[in-house]
């Protein structure tokens, strides 16, 4: 007899993320979907009735007759995978967190909270201990989030760096794929052919999650990291897979080698558990690119190319990550992965 899976239900379910995570969910050994909600202009339908359905694979079995529900504190599972649009995810995810819910959520809203873990497991997985002073606030529940998904390509790539040789310096600029802003997005005459040099908030989102991210837990509370950063992120016509150039001084000098050392040290630590690649370095300049790379891990990997001097701080390299599996749906799902193997869920 296999294990009893745990009850999910997914917020936002119409959504991009939300279609990633029911996608990525199905057959999932730990979580079983029983619940799927979204806004009242859904709620009550059926779900393959509604959708715009997006993902190469049909809509699962079980999903596809489901009834869409509102996002009320009377649904039936125990955790809950939030894509929901941050115009009302802090609400609505507050109010199922204070319900008894563990919330998992996507969304930009809890995520400099102070007392809300923001997590990268293979990262600052110790940033769990936040959830105690949640329960603290008299929440029954908790909230986790996960990063901006431009956050975490830098991130996931910069790490190893950071590690071992410390940082001063780091300039980004993304090349924004279009799915990255939801259904249906970015109207199309605005980005074929073009590139438009704005995404609100991103680029805040991109200098304060990343210090927050690589900030020690210390006393109860994340002391942030406090090297100099600055993100210009541009939305391009790409379907999937943000790609980001990144320029970096360290505070202890490194050679290319060292820095391709750190990469590969760093992937190994977790290629032997998950068999998936955390970061593959490309030694070809042309690569990563979106349409290449973008599906590499499943989806879960960060792909890492073209490293080399830079002439304004120490060196440059090319980072990409698939932003709705990486950078969203996957990376809500490891969190909770992990909330289960250290039985906080
Ligand atoms: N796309 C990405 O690559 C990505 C990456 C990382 C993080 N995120 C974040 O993840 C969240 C979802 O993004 P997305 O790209 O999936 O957006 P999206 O495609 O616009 O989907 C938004 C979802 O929110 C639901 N919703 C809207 N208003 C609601 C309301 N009043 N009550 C309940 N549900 C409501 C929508 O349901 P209806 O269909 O019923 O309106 C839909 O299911 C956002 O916070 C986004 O910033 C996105």
Known sequence: MGIE???????????????KLIALLDKHPLFEVTEIAASERSAGSIYENTVNWLEPNDIPGNIAGMKIKNC??????????SGLDSKVAGEIESTMAENGYVVVSNSRNHRMFDDVPLIIPE????????????KQNNRKGFIVTNPNCSTI????????????????KVMVTTMQAISGAGYPGVPSLDILGNVVPHIPDEEAKMETETLKIFGKYENGKINFADFKISAMCNRVPVRDGHTISVSFETEKKATADQILNSFDEYNTEFLKDTGI?????FENPFRPQPILDAGKGNGMTVSVGNLRECRVLDWKYTALGHNTIRGAAGAAIINAEYLVKEGLL
């Open 72 to 81: 009320s504190p009377d649904l039936d599972c125990k955790v809950l995978f």
């Open 277 to 281: 690649d955390v970061i593959r370095y």
């Open 5 to 19: 899976k745990i009850k999910a239900g997914v917020l936002g379910c119409t959504g991009a993320v939300g279609q």
């Open 153 to 168: 390509v830098l991130c996931l790539s910069l790490y190893p760096v950071y590690k071992s040789f410390g940082l001063k």
């Open 123 to 134: 990262i600052n997985a110790e940033h769990y201990k936040l959830i105690d002073a949640q």
